[in-house]
């Protein structure tokens, strides 16, 4: 598999990294990119349901991995394609699960890719240290927080994996900001405000942009639609496409990490 830029989406649990993943992989499909979307995240695997694909119920790998492609440009592989039953519980440990992302990456029909984006689970343990191992030449990482004061913290520990492993911050995301009051109209910030600005000031990497609370992006995520395409007039629709933007912008601009683009697993 080839690609020329790998964005690695990471944070605390709860604040829309995967709903962020798969609205930002569809938007640059829809605009003319390649795109391959890997959920690394092994125990709760959730990026299918989001999409509206169907388990597919994989028997082997044999010869390879086949993506789901659920639509034009997009390319899909989670562990939730291979179970048959989504109610089951994966109690797998380290080595298996670093086995899994290696078969991801390497093992994948992913074909000749614009842009790989990987969603990892919360937290900095086996698979975003398998992540990181396995992929070579990866564009950079992006931060998803939310501006609680717990979020943030973690957003801090994020970029401080990030920065030990060598892999370039593209940059932060605040998410579920402020939404107008049901009462009188007017902002309502239940989890604060502008402490990601800050945080990504403080930790030096660009703040890329905000997206607002909205019920309908909950409905949209059990439709299987994602809001980009469901709700393109929205404002968070508005704010998804303006951080995408700024996102391909960045990783443009950081042409001295376009020098690596294979991405292969190393031995």
Known sequence: MKAQK???????????KTTIAVNMAVLWAREQWEVGLLD???H??????????HPQGVEGLVEGIEPASPMKGLKVVSLALFL???????TW??????????????????????????DLPPGTGDEAMSA????????GALIITTPQALSLLEARRTAAFFRHHQVP???LVENMVEVACPHCGGPLAPFGEGGGEKVAEDLNIPFVGRIPIDPAVSACGNSGEPFIISLPQSVIAGAMRDIGRRCRTLM???GRLTLVTQLVYKD
């Open 6 to 16: 790998t964005l690695i989406i990471a944070g605390k649990g709860g604040v829309g």
């Open 252 to 254: 443009d601009q950081r």
């Open 40 to 42: 690394a995240d092994i």
């Open 44 to 53: 709760s695997p959730n990026i299918p349901r989001l999409l509206g694909i």
């Open 93 to 118: 440990r380290g080595p298996i699960k670093q086995g899994v992302i290696k078969q991801f990456i390497s093992d994948a029909h992913w074909g000749e890719l614009d842009c790989l984006i990987v």
């Open 84 to 90: 048959h039953n989504q109610d089951i519980s994966i």
């Open 132 to 139: 990181v191992h396995f992929l070579k030449g990866a564009m």
């Open 169 to 171: 911050i593209i940059g």
